[in-house]
């Protein structure tokens, strides 16, 4: 590896946290993007120089560049690398470069469910002393960062298959979590692309390597059966017929406790806070993962009862006058209902669920499916498309969502506006969860804003 680098957008989840490992391990950084942000103030604390704006000025001499998909190729930045012939990674292969650091690699992949399990494995890792290296897409609770590298033995990371990158990798043990379509902006041929980019994974990685798969996920399932003609090993989590089963989960407010069984034997109970099944799934991974490496189980297994979840993933974000607001990422039907099922452990109480669909082409592929997403709620709203830069699809809006999406309203504008207008309509037991990867995440801020500007008129 080279002595110096520079991200191009290094404000990012996980631009910040690659470009902060390598500040750990003494590399020089730099980088620019267009906002400042409290990820690059960290990073500025640890030693790294960032500008804000694109130039090509920003770019230092001798240096490999890093940059993501959604870097466009008349970046400044990008088009001075090329010009000089400097090195440029993808996001991706800067990732691969530090899983072949020399540390035992614990992989997590899948259309849901990577961040909450990569980041599940490194809390647990580090309330055990054990000093793991990570670097994943979202911020650890009470740990406060997204990335950390130290002199344990284990590297953990979730594994992005939204642009075909997870081929690059190679982890020692790796979870796929579940296959579902999504990305179809990439995958023109939608689930059978998937399916295909996941069979090159697998089929590229060592053959001491160790799969754990959800066995009881149709896009699993479907991979299992592509690959049963090669010489590949891997072993299955479920809640049914699989190595490791959970059995007897029980969902109480505040804990979910299940048993889990390995190869028909009872292995152990675990406790998590986490709400929904499909935190069991995630619990259940991360423990086979673990448990697969052979260290002390009875070392980890408490600090899984203390995880309260990733940033942005059922996050407790606010409350006031009796009203809670919540944020969570899910910007795919199968992670809002995920998501919405959690919300089931409140007895008697109001859920209302405010979306915000994330990109014309998802909302667009995947119409029907968000359609049937939305059933456990009392109550339905529907905001603009958050574009991510995509162009306009014709007929394809948070209005035309709306209006067939049963009893669903539909409130226009950025999320100021929309916090605004639901405000009045709220009441105290009501339970606001805002859905979606873009500004909505904004949600609670801006509630807590509009209560105050109503206060001061009220007085």
């Given at each position: 590896m080279r002595e110096k680098y520079h991200f191009i957008a290094i404000g990012?989840?996980?631009?910040s946290g690659l470009a902060k490992y390598l500040l750990?391990?003494?590399?020089?950084v730099s980088g620019s993007?267009?906002?400042d942000s409290k990820y690059i103030n960290k990073l500025r604390n640890l030693g790294a120089r960032v500008f804000i704006g694109h130039d090509e000025n920003n770019l230092p001499e001798n240096c490999t560049v890093v940059a993501s998909t959604a870097i466009k190729e008349d970046n400044p930045e990008l088009l001075k690398a090329k010009r000089l012939g400097l090195p440029i990674l993808h996001r991706s292969d800067m990732l691969a470069e530090l899983s072949r650091m020399g540390k035992f690699f614990l992989g997590y992949s899948g259309t849901h469910g990577k961040t909450t399990t990569s980041g599940l494995s490194s809390y647990v890792l580090e309330k055990s002393g054990l000093k793991p290296s990570y670097v994943v897409g979202g911020i650890l609770p009470e740990i406060g960062t997204n990335a950390h590298s130290q002199d344990g033995k284990f590297f953990c990371a979730e594994l992005d298959e939204s642009d075909g990158t997870i081929v690059k990798y190679s982890p020692d043990i790796v979870v796929i979590n579940n296959i579902e379509p999504d990305h179809l902006d990439f995958y023109k041929n939608g689930i059978d692309s998937i399916l295909e980019t996941f069979s090159d994974f697998v089929s590229g990685l060592k053959e001491t390597s160790i799969i754990l798969a959800n066995n009881d996920n149709d896009g699993v399932c479907q991979l299992l059966s592509d690959i049963s003609q090669k010489p590949i090993e891997y072993l299955t989590y479920g809640l049914n017929d699989a190595d490791y089963v959970?059995?007897?989960?029980?969902?109480?407010?505040?804990?979910?406790?299940?048993?889990?069984?390995?190869?028909?034997?009872?292995?152990?109970?675990?406790?998590i806070c986490l709400k929904g099944i499909h935190n069991v799934y995630n619990s259940l991974a991360v423990f086979a993962s673990l448990h697969q490496t052979k260290i002390d189980m009875e070392l980890v297994k408490p600090h899984f009862a203390t995880f309260s979840g990733m940033g942005r993933r059922f996050e407790k974000v606010c409350e006031f006058n009796g009203i809670t607001v919540y944020d969570d990422y899910a910007h795919h039907p199968t992670e809002i209902k995920a998501t919405l099922s959690s919300a089931k452990s409140f007895k008697n109480r109001n859920i209302i669920a405010v979306f915000q669909p994330h990109r014309f082409t998802r909302l667009n592929s995947l119409?029907?499916?968000f359609l049937q997403a939305f059933d456990e709620v009392n109550r339905a709203i529907v905001t603009d498309v958050f574009s991510a830069s995509e162009p306009p699809i014709e007929g394809v809006?948070?209005?035309n969502f709306a209006k067939e999406l049963d009893d669903a309203e539909y409130i226009s504008g950025d999320i100021k506006t929309v916090a605004k207008k639901l405000l009045p309509t709220l009441k105290s037991g009501d339970i606001v969860i805002g859905l979606g990867a873009g500004t909505i995440t904004a949600l609670g801020k801006e509630l807590l804003n509009a209560n105050e500007e109503m206060s001061k008129v009220g007085n």
């Open positions: 990012g989840i996980g631009m750990e391990n003494g590399y020089e993007d267009i906002v959970a059995k007897n989960i029980e969902y109480g407010e505040y804990f979910t406790t299940f048993d889990i069984y390995y190869k028909n034997e009872f292995l152990t109970e675990l406790k119409w029907d499916d809006s948070g209005e």
